[in-house]
């Protein structure tokens, strides 16, 4: 093993064609991997990829915040990706079932995001709690299944945080990671606090991030890719799990550090979180 993306989608209908060659490749490099469901359908997928393989394959299960149907608008029902499926809720019973794979190793990824609320107010507030309401139920049901998670929060920190910390003051502290982290330095401390660690990406490219990733304790940084999505630059428009090495190279350079001592805190810190 060289390196765990501890945060990839090879579940996405972006790897239909090639897959099983994208997966060939990276194991074949060394690049362990997590894939990570939206909804129910891009988690079973997920799954079903990880029990093909014996070792280097993973998964995560979970109902991402815009994949929460959104009652104010109406939902297209014929060729949608199974990505884009969009649900009302979170059916406990159908996650569980998908959870007793032993290839399942946190719920994920789960949260909140704000960044395309209806621009009618009353309609946003309600979709913000029926994120907020659902994100709780499935911290619950990481607790229950005895999983971490993984959060992903775009443009909602501050409720994330207060989430969080709440969970944390009524039933302990939650085991998990902030995903693609966007936060800056105060949202960071609070994300420390917490206990939580915190994944880097190709969105170092695209945000000043330096002084925040200087900040990140070494055994609380984890490494991914979010592929098909945030391409490191002058590659292929598809992200891969082999740019995983390209954001080890990067994040190390920004601390001052050698590449090859990152990678090894952060693979230690993926198998202890995530149990690999």
């Known amino acids: 093993m060289l390196l765990i993306d501890t945060h990839a989608h090879l579940n996405f209908a972006e790897f239909n064609a090639d897959r ?20 129910y359908e891009s988690s079973k997928i997920a799954v079903a990829i990880a029990e093909k393989y014996e070792t280097g394959v993973w998964a995560a ?16 029902k014929e060729n949608i990706l199974p990505e884009h499926i969009r649900e009302n809720d ?21 949260g909140l995001d704000y960044l ?16 907020i309401e659902i994100c709780k139920r499935q911290i619950a049901f990481a607790r229950e299944m005895d999983l971490p998670v993984i959060f992903h929060c ?62 990140i304790p070494q055994e609380r940084i984890l490494l991914e890719t979010d592929c098909p999505y945030l391409t490191p630059p002058r590659l292929a428009p598809r992200n891969n799990p082999q740019n995983v090495e390209i954001i080890a190279q990067r994040v190390a350079q920004i601390r001052n550090e050698p590449a090859e001592s990152l990678i090894a805190i952060a693979n230690r810190n993926a198998q202890t979180l995530f149990g690999i």
Do not use: W
């Open 20 to 39: 099983e060659q994208v997966m060939k490749n990276s194991l074949g490099e060394g690049i362990f991997m997590i894939n990570v469901g939206v909804n």
């Open 61 to 76: 299960i979970g109902l991402h915040p815009e994949n929460i149907e959104d009652s104010n608008k109406e939902s297209k």
């Open 90 to 110: 979170f059916n406990f019973r159908l996650y569980e079932e998908m959870a007793q794979s032993g290839k399942v190793v946190a719920v994920g990824e789960i």
């Open 116 to 131: 395309r609320l209806p621009k009618d107010k009353v309609a946003a507030q309600n979709l913000k709690e029926k994120q």
């Open 154 to 215: 775009r443009m909602a920190h501050q409720d994330m945080i207060e989430i969080l910390k709440e969970e944390a003051k009524n039933n302990g502290a939650i085991k998990g990671a902030v995903h693609c982290f966007t936060g800056g330095v105060a949202e960071l401390a609070s994300y420390l606090a917490l206990g939580l660690r915190i994944g880097l990406n190709g969105i170092i490219y695209k945000m000043d991030l330096g002084d925040v990733i200087k900040k």
